[in-house]
């Protein structure tokens, strides 16, 4: 079974940047989609932003707002969330994802989650 570990994560102030990173234990490219979910405090976990084996970008464009770029690597086995301008609303933990078949149903495989917090 594939693990996944995310890193990056922390305080952030308003308008400012953060990059979080996802390390698979093993190859990624069988998989078709690797992403990230948020969990915002009091609320359910919910799609973030995903890039697809094929090129492939989605994001939740009420949370994301432009202000994140989703990034993939094959080759190292990452996926990489750049986001920018951050509001905070943008706190919560960041759940790092991979699934084989398909960008958002089915099952994932989960990783354990990444804090962001943001000062006030």
């Known amino acids: 079974q594939v693990q996944l570990v995310e890193s990056g994560g922390g305080l952030v102030q308003p308008g400012g940047s953060l990059r979080l990173s996802c390390a698979a234990s093993?190859?990624?490219?069988?998989?078709?989609?690797m992403g990230w979910y948020r969990q915002s405090p009091g609320k359910e976990r919910e799609f973030f932003a995903v890039a697809s084996s094929d090129g492939i970008k989605r994001y939740d464009e009420e949370s994301v707002k432009g202000r994140a770029i989703i990034s993939r690597n094959n080759v190292n086995n990452t996926v990489q969330l750049q986001m920018n301008n951050l509001e905070p609303g943008g706190k919560g933990v960041y759940f790092c994802?991979?699934?084989?078949?398909?960008?958002?149903?089915?099952?994932?495989?989960w990783g354990q989650g990444i804090q962001v917090t943001g000062s006030s």
């Open positions: 994802y991979l699934n084989p078949w398909g960008m958002f149903g089915g099952k994932h495989i």
């Open positions: 093993r190859s990624i490219a069988s998989f078709y989609a």
